[in-house]
């Protein structure tokens, strides 16, 4: 039993070092944090959907304060879709992540997620992607 629990930490390992690299974008073994935790911040959740959509809003809320710029939705949404992706999952193409926090934000340049979480949730291509209905398919 204890060389299964070997293996797993060995697999996980394995798994994070090549998200790693996959979010070292100059290859200088250097990382912004922030978008490798969202990515990876469904994985660390037991719990619904919108439990782990919330968990990796709050992640990027650094401040606490409960709002997010468009800018940072859209990347909370980039970052889960490229860590899901690189897992091998189908995902969003790049234009359903721009669409989806456009139809949400709208006009808005800042949201309360909170507020507006339900939208998100709700909203057709976020189901299409934790159904696992995406149109695009990458490998590790």
Known sequence: MRQVGKLHSALDEE?????FTMFDLTGDDRIDPLPLLIGISPLAL???????????????????????????VFKIFQSINNTVSYLGDPVLSMSE???????????????????????LANHPLYQKFVCGMGSCRFRL
């Open 15 to 19: 798994i994070l070092d090549r998200l």
């Open 46 to 72: 037991i719990g619904d959907d919108k439990e782990k959509l919330i968990f990796a809003m709050e992640v990027c809320d650094v401040n606490g304060t409960g709002l997010l710029r468009v800018m940072e």
């Open 97 to 119: 992540v721009e669409q989806l926090t456009s139809d949400v934000f709208g006009d808005d340049p800042i949201i309360h997620y909170y507020e507006r979480i339900d939208d």
